[in-house]
């Protein structure tokens, strides 16, 4: 543990200058087209995987890239870490997604975000919030983006029980476009509200789309279903490989 500890500790040092790096490194992109900045923002997301093998020994996979649909888009992605805010949206030519207000007002990241087009809501309005998610969602997904949302509304620990949201499948009957579901384990390496990162093998599974047109309650039923099956065998697999991992260490400090 006292490894990891080190290892978490030097990771978290650099991630702050290197996302400061990265920001300023951006500046022009305020003048030039949102795709310029999105190229930069996946720079920046490289070099955090980059950061997180070399320094946490944190491999990463992504799996099911040939099922991404081209053009308009829901992707519906299983959430446990900040991991997949930051280094999910280099795989779409346009992605959006919902954040609090309160971001706009962090000094040039929120600048970006609004330079990105992203929907900013105050969580406090309740049905309101939803409504205007809705609204912007259908409008930017006619556009040709791709709408990256959370169905469990916030970073959930890996292993616990599913809390999906209604609202997922009101914006798919609205939006009327495929819906891409995401499964995961990033909760296992880079976990909420701790700054330990663990070894191992982090791993993105994109899957089967779902068409457009389903009822809203048979959409629901699938994407959870589909999702959570996928994320309990990604995180089975990643506790197991950890639990290789940490038997070796163990095994070879008693050496």
Known sequence: MVLI????????????PNFVFWALIALPTLAMPRKALL??????????????????????????????????????????SMWETISLLHFFDAPFFVLKRELLRIPLFGQYLLKANMIAIDRSSGARALKQVMRRAAEEVKHGRQFVIFPEGTRRPAGAPPDYKGGVGLIYTDCGVPCLPVALNSGLFWPRRTFLRYPGTLVVEFLDPLPPGLPRD??????????EEATGRLVGAGQAEQAQLFGRVAEEVKA
């Open 218 to 227: 048979e959409f629901m039923t699938r994407l959870q279903t589909i999702i």
């Open 5 to 16: 500890f080190l290892r978490s500790l030097l990771f978290n040092i650099l991630f702050y």
């Open 39 to 80: 190229r930069v923002a996946n720079w920046w997301a490289q070099s955090n995987i980059l950061l997180m093998r070399i320094v946490c020994n944190i491999r990463v996979e992504y799996r099911g890239v040939e099922k991404i649909p081209k053009g308009p888009l829901i992707v519906a992605a299983k959430h446990q």
